[in-house]
Every structure is written in structure tokens, then in C-alpha cells.
């Protein structure tokens, strides 16, 4: 069965301190689809990321950072040099199969992000 | 480009009551899901419709359903309305089989 974990339910940290966030999935399927996703306080889910099965290159954007290993089933995200606008709750999802399956993603807990000043 | 809007943003109902949340998707955009969102479960995929056909649906009773119209636009109902159904309902479109979804701001559902 699919399922995504994040471990830490909350994480607080004082600005310009680097921080990664924990996710990790279970799937049978060899093709599926990992994402980030961002939900401030406004309550809008943010897209940041998908990556898929066959891409295990890591990607950087900014001050964002994505570490992709399948060897441990892992899809961490790391702020560096976290700011107070990046608190938020931060979600890890999951879609199995091929494209047309991304319209339904399971979803992780969620980590909420507080970074002070 | 506008978003995928969701209409009302806050509703209170009473338990046995029902209730239609509304979405319009980004504009071109053919597939809308639905999600809930709760403090005990999460976020939970309701149901995903594509050129006016449900292609998807998550483990919810048949008290939750959806449509899409021709232009894209989603409305989701909710008969009989139960205290736990309190939640955030969110909408999400996307533009291709291959684009990931984007969301909207969400409608707060209270039951009383």
C-alpha cells in the first residue's frame, strides 16, 4: 500500500539557520510521482517540486534543495538560510502509475515550519 | 493568469443539513480534484473529474459527490451533512495529464 511519512510534526528554527524536512514513502509501483507542496496560513497548497521515479538527480532552486534516494525510499527538503516568510506547513505527497494518476496524491502529514527572527 | 478560485471561502451548515462548495479551475485547465483537509486525517482525495467525467474517486461515502460542467468548473456536494465533515475542502486544476495540480485557497466547512 502507499503511504508517506513525515516524521517531524514541527520544527522551529531561528532565521538564517539551514533546516531539512523528512519524507518517506512506501510504493509497490516502479513508476510513481513525488511532490512538495507549501501551505501558509492563507490556506492555499503551494506547488514547489515533483520529481519522478526514474530521476533521482537532486535539484536546488534558490534556497531550496531537494535530496531524491530510492535506495532509502527518501525525498528530504532542505531551506538554507531559512527566512521568516518560509513558515508554513510544508507537505510531502505521493502518486502511483503514470501521468493521468497525479490527480490523486497522497499526502503526508505535514511538517510545520517556524522560523523566528 | 487567475487561479483556481473556490467559492465560499467559509460556510457554517447544521448536521443533516447539505451543502455545495464551487471551484473554477485555472483557466484552460480540464481536470479538477478535491481534497479534504482535517486536523485528525489530513489531507484525503475526495474525487477527480476530467471533461465533465469522474475518473477517480477516494474511500469517502457516497453522501460526497462531485460534477463538472462544460467549461470546467467543479461544484462538490455533501448531503446529510455530519459533524466530522467539518473541514477544509480544498480544489486543485491542472492543465495536462502530465502537469501537477495547483491549488485553491479552500472553503472552511463548519458543521453544527
Known amino acids: 500500500a502507499q503511504k508517506v511519512t513525515q516524521a517531524q510534526t514541527e520544527i522551529s528554527v531561528v532565521e538564517k539557520e539551514d533546516v531539512t524536512l523528512d519524507c518517506v514513502y512506501e510504493t509497490r509501483d516502479t513508476t510513481y510521482y513525488l511532490f512538495w507542496y507549501k501551505q501558509p496560513p492563507s490556506g492555499e497548497l503551494v506547488f514547489l517540486i515533483r520529481?519522478?521515479?526514474?530521476?533521482?538527480q537532486n535539484e536546488i532552486s534558490g534556497r531550496y534543495s531537494w535530496n531524491f534516494q530510492k535506495s532509502t525510499s527518501s525525498f528530504n527538503f532542505t531551506i538554507t538560510a531559512s527566512q521568516v516568510v518560509d513558515s508554513a506547513v510544508y507537505f510531502c505527497a505521493l502518486s502511483e502509475g503514470y501521468g493521468g494518476s497525479q490527480g490523486n496524491l497522497i499526502f503526508g502529514k505535514g511538517t510545520k515550519l517556524s522560523v523566528k527572527p | 493568469k487567475a487561479g483556481v478560485t473556490q467559492t465560499p471561502r467559509y460556510l457554517i451548515k447544521t448536521r443533516g443539513q447539505q451543502v455545495t462548495l464551487s471551484c473554477s479551475p485555472i483557466s484552460g485547465h480540464r481536470s479538477v480534484s478535491w481534497y479534504q483537509q482535517t486536523p485528525g486525517q489530513g489531507l484525503q482525495f475526495l474525487f477527480e473529474y476530467f471533461s465533465e467525467t469522474q475518473r477517480n474517486k477516494g474511500n469517502f461515502p457516497g453522501r460526497f459527490s462531485g460534477r463538472q460542467f462544460s467549461n470546467s468548473r467543479s461544484e462538490m456536494n455533501v448531503s446529510t451533512l455530519e459533524l466530522g465533515d467539518s473541514a477544509l475542502y480544498l480544489c486543485a486544476s491542472r492543465g495536462t495529464e502530465n502537469s501537477p495540480l495547483h491549488f485553491g485557497n479552500g472553503t472552511r466547512l463548519t458543521v453544527t
Open positions: 520529481r519522478n521515479s526514474f530521476d533521482e
